[in-house]
């Protein structure tokens, strides 16, 4: 029964992935490419262009106020009568007027800068749209990717359990296995078969959702997403001075604020209501009939001004101002909301890719190691050093383990998605845009300056603070408060992984630094330490192609050491903002373990990548020369 469910499953996601490929799509594509799509074809975004479209013709028609008005009056009609002379006869009549609006109170001034206004507000209410969509497509192609991962680690996991329970089933039928084993991995093996199927189904629903949104199914290959080369470098100041950036960006928040300003023209139009009247008139027409009704053609021409002035209209003047009124203050309660919202997502975005950049190195060494005692526990099984519930649990934390590291990965990119999203900037960053669009200088009655502080604080919410709390280094020896066993080291002191003055390592081999003790390893491990001849510019992590000579000595070594594996430890200049030197460390350690990937085939399972930022500086200054040393990359030999 066991065998026939495994292998139904087994056909069950085959015959699933092979119905997905079966339709027409591309081979391989990339999220600027689907964003491109989206946001030119999706029809919630031709719906806000089309109201874009009809606010520009408001305009157009409130302009015409300014213009003459000509009409033609024409008629002609048969009379029958019982008195005159003629007591039936047809009579024609033709007359043309011309009415020239010369004062109304400025309700035509007004109207026009009121939809001027209001059409800006159209045209950030499409930007606004248009990030929401490329946000929500970005989120649906991180999660087809993250999803086929985690499918692709559910099906290794459950093919590791069917060939355990093989060997099991195996020993049980030949007399020397225990059967209570067998029950054991089969219950097991029934979790791995319900991982799958939860998998399978997660990747169809992000696929459905993807296909909402672009059109079509997802790309059998998707390229690579890697939004932190784009991000700007305003990410990497404090709290406040984004959110005083992102008022001037975001397009949800600008829309509110020219509400406003067209709300307030909409007072001026209905206080018009109070003021006179008056137009210039022309009109010349003529009658084959005269007042008598005889068949007379007599013709009359007239020039003047005319002037009126309402007395009373029922209340209904001072109702339209009040309502006017209401409305300005509709607009702000609207602009305060956009202004939560916007505040909101920015600091819950900012604060999960401080977390995650954080949790990421621990959550790859946590896989790493669960990859390594997994593989050693196989082996030690074959040959009856351990138990079977030691293997699978191995496995199991292996398959967990992996299974975060890869949700890490995606939330921390999904998290600069929203942050961008949030600040306006997306679709800038992503180098796509809407076809058509005009800007708004073109647009606007007016350009508005506010002053953020005003209009929207900043606020700071209290669970920073813990924040720092939680990363208090009192000494600054480089270990947080909770761990450190010796709060007052001395300034510069080397110091142990318990915060504690400590002497010197002994130079390696191979020439190493004293930075080689950054991993918590003990001398048993670590085979040699030594520097990476790569330099880097200024707030890059791009590696030029004539340093991967570079990597010969760190090749050489994984050559010679068949289980060893490295440590690519990455440093940052004292330069700029910590948290974005954090950062940057981790993407330059990052691409030095792609180039050694790339350029020597190595197995990723033999490299780590570590970002230390600015907290381990060569030289302890900031100058062009510090700068340029601190600014390094450094590799750990260690025995896997």
């Not at 060893?564 to 954090?582: C, F, K, P, R, T």
Request: net charge negative; with cysteine; glycine share 4%.
């Amino acid at each position: 029964m066991k065998k026939r469910q495994i292998f139904g499953l087994l056909g069950l996601v085959t015959f699933s992935l092979s119905a997905q490929e079966s339709s027409p799509r591309m081979a391989s594509a990339s999220l600027e490419q689907y964003v491109s799509k989206s946001i030119n074809s999706n029809p919630e975004i031709q719906a806000s262009w089309r109201q874009l479209q009809i606010a520009m013709k408001d305009v157009d028609i409130a302009k015409s106020g300014y213009l003459p008005s000509i009409d033609v009056l024409a008629s002609s009609a048969y009379t029958e009568r019982n008195y005159g002379l003629d007591q039936d006869y047809a009579g024609h009549t033709a007359e043309i007027r011309l009415t020239q609006l010369l004062y109304d109170g400025f309700f035509t001034s007004s109207e026009v800068s009121r939809f001027k206004q209001a059409q800006v507000v159209r045209y950030y209410e499409l930007m606004g749209e248009i990030e929401q969509k490329s946000l929500e497509t970005a989120l649906a192609y991180m999660d087809v990717q993250l999803y086929r991962e985690l499918l692709s680690l559910a099906e290794k996991n459950l093919i590791t359990h069917v060939d355990v329970f093989k060997q099991i089933e195996e020993s049980v039928i030949a007399g020397v296995g225990r059967r209570a084993d067998l029950e054991q991995i089969s219950g097991r093996l029934s979790l791995s078969e319900s991982n799958v199927l939860t998998e399978l189904s997660n990747l169809h629903d992000v696929t459905a959702r993807f296909l909402r949104l672009v059109g079509e199914k997802p790309a059998e290959a998707l390229a690579e997403v890697a939004l932190s080369e784009v991000m700007p470098a305003s990410v990497a100041m404090d709290l406040e001075s984004i959110l005083l950036a992102a008022y001037e960006t975001n397009p949800s928040f600008n829309a509110t604020i020219y509400n406003i300003d067209a709300q307030r023209f909409a007072i001026d139009s209905a206080r018009s209501r109070y003021h006179p009247q008056v137009n210039l008139t022309a009109s010349y027409g003529a009658q084959t009939r005269d007042e008598a009704a005889l068949n007379n053609t007599i013709s009359e021409a007239s020039v003047g001004v005319n002037f009126s002035y309402n007395i009373y209209n029922g209340g209904a003047d001072r109702a339209a101002i009040r309502q006017a009124l209401s409305q300005v203050d509709l607009a702000k309660d609207l602009r305060d909301k956009a202004c939560v919202d916007m505040r909101q997502t920015i600091q819950i975005a900012r604060n999960d890719i401080q977390n995650i950049s954080e949790q990421l190195p621990s959550l790859n060494a946590h896989r790493l190691s669960s990859d390594r005692v997994k593989s050693a526990y196989m082996d030690q099984f074959t040959i009856g050093e351990r138990s079977l519930l030691d293997l699978l649990d191995s496995e199991n934390e292996y398959y967990e383990s992996s299974r975060a590291y890869v949700q890490a990965t995606y939330t921390l990119e999904k998290a600069r998605a929203r942050l961008l999203a949030a600040s306006g900037g997306l679709v800038k960053a992503l180098g796509v845009s809407r076809n058509g669009v005009a800007s708004v200088s073109e647009l606007a009655e007016k350009e508005l300056r506010y002053d953020p502080n005003h209009v929207c604080p900043a606020t700071r919410t209290s669970l920073d603070d813990e924040r720092n709390i939680l990363k208090r280094d009192s000494d600054s020896d480089g270990i947080v408060d909770l761990w450190d066993d010796c709060v007052n080291s001395a300034p510069g002191a080397m110091v142990d992984d318990f915060g504690c003055e400590a002497s010197a390592p002994e130079p390696q081999a191979m020439n190493t630094p004293a930075s080689a003790a950054d991993f918590t390893l003990d001398d048993a491990h670590v085979l040699a330490s030594f520097s990476i001849n790569i330099s880097f510019a200024s707030n890059s992590s791009k590696i030029s192609s004539e340093y991967t000579s570079s990597l010969a000595q760190v090749i050489d070594a994984l050559e010679q050491y068949d289980n060893a594996g490295v440590i690519i430890h990455g440093h940052a200049s004292l330069d700029g903002d910590a948290a974005y030197n954090q950062r940057l460390s981790e993407r330059r350690a990052s691409a030095v373990a792609a180039l050694l990937i790339e350029s020597a085939d190595i197995d990723s399972r033999r490299i780590t990548s570590v970002g230390y930022g600015e907290t381990r500086p060569l030289i302890d200054e900031e100058s062009l020369a510090a700068n340029a040393k601190n600014r390094r990359i450094e590799a750990t030999i260690i025995q896997l």
